[in-house]
């Protein structure tokens, strides 16, 4: 299997014994996943790409060659933000992205990136919205009034995929933690060769990579993957007893046990190389962290970011509001969930009475499929 595969590349720089099945096996599911770039690389560096097959070598490298393409417009984006950014004496932090791939990964084509995420102070949202517009992104994302970022985008030609920019004032709903962005700044160093721009520490890298990866229910082997790499090569420079005590202060101490305890499931010589100090109490769960076996459209993937988040929050009272903002979200969230042009002045009856209707007749068609599947199935 692919982790596997790459515990060996990461622990014993070499390869495991392998036939052009697996390797087949194993590049459908890199290929799914997105993760290309990041194989070839490794492989790369550690100089055992020519012993793979010919055809793995060359569709990683058609991955690596796609991933590159798009990491160039937007490394190039990003420049120009940050430059009316700097002239703005606007301070801002890039969030995972290009820089992330050249720092941690080795290279700027060796993981897909689709937009430019930035973190700035709060105050300072609306003056970098401004910004923003001025560099022609006119188009925004519908507003989610429990998120804690702003989605802005452009479209280019009709050859290439739209540019984004998420600007960030958190990383977590304020309803599920409470994060003090403010510790995030003071450990953060000019990023050559600016001076508003600032790059994270090692040890915020991480953490918000962890935190990324939790708001998205560990669902992917990306998230697996930016977290193990760091553990793998860089986690010496990692004092979990730092990390957990920063978690604890910003009630995320759990979403990154949990993040932490899925990675090790998948990575388990992560338990000799970086050793936690707990135990995990996984189970049969992370197995359900993959794409490859849900899509994010069904039902089973709300009812699995709905445990997720209740497994991961610290407090009693983040509960409580998790299960309010299910049954009874305030009337923007609603409106928003129904992504119609509504009128949040509208009758809250009304409102309500559409979102479940909603959600009755997506539960509705899920069960229809599903029935159907196994009638087929049986028969």
């Known amino acids: 299997m692919v982790y596997s595969f790459l515990q060996q590349l990461y622990i014993m720089n070499e390869l495991p014994r392998a036939d052009e099945t697996m390797y087949r096996d194993d590049l459908a599911y890199i290929e799914l996943q997105g993760l290309s770039p990041l194989i070839y690389q490794l492989l790369n560096d550690s100089g055992q790409l020519e ?19 798009r990491n160039l417009l937007l490394k190039k984006e990003s420049s120009l933000l ?28 060796a993981r897909f990136t689709s937009d430019i995420d930035i973190l700035v102070r709060p105050e300072d949202v609306e003056a970098t919205i401004a910004l923003v517009h001025e560099m022609g992104y006119d188009l925004e994302d519908p507003i989610n009034p429990d998120h804690f970022h702003r989605v802005f985008y452009k479209q280019r030609t009709s050859a290439s995929l739209p540019s984004m920019i998420e600007i960030h004032w958190n990383l ?25 721009i600032k790059q994270l520490s090692v040890r915020h890298t991480f953490y918000t990579i962890c935190l990324h990866g939790a708001n998205h229910s560990m669902d992917s082997a990306k998230h697996l993957l930016d977290i193990a790499h760091l553990l793998f090569t860089r986690g010496d420079e990692l004092d979990y007893s730092e990390l957990f005590k920063q978690a604890r202060e910003d009630f995320t101490l759990r979403r990154v ?24 109490k996984m ?14 459209i069904h039902v089973e993937n709300a009812v699995h970011c709905f445990i997720f988040a209740w497994r991961t929050v610290d ?5 409580v509001k998790l299960v309010l903002n299910l049954i009874l979200p305030y009337p923007s969230l609603a ?16 409102i309500y009475m559409k979102l479940y209707r909603q959600r009755i007749g997506r539960l509705f068609r899920f069960l229809t499929k599903r029935i159907g599947v196994k009638t087929n199935g049986g028969a």
């Not at 012993?51 to 690596?64: I, M, V, W, Y």
């Not at 993040?259 to 998948?266: H, N």
């Open 51 to 69: 012993r793979t097959p010919q055809f793995f070598q060359e569709r990683l490298q058609a991955g690596r060659k796609e991933a590159l393409y």
């Open 82 to 109: 940050f430059e009316r950014l700097e002239a703005a004496k606007i301070g801002a932090i890039p969030l995972k992205g290009t820089l992330f791939a050249e720092t941690y990964l080795g290279h700027l084509g």
């Open 172 to 196: 977590i709903k304020s309803s599920s933690a409470s994060l003090n962005t403010e510790n995030l700044w003071s450990e953060a160093h000019s990023l050559h060769p600016y001076t508003y």
């Open 257 to 280: 046990q949990e993040a932490l305890a899925i990675v090790y499931e998948f990575f388990p010589s992560l338990h000799t190389v970086k050793p936690l100090p707990y135990t995990p």
């Open 283 to 296: 189970g049969k769960f992370a197995s359900w962290n993959n794409r490859s076996i849900r899509n994010s």
């Open 315 to 319: 407090r009693g009272k983040y509960r």
């Open 335 to 350: 409106v928003y969930s129904l992504r119609q042009e509504q009128n949040i002045t509208s009758v809250k009856a009304l």
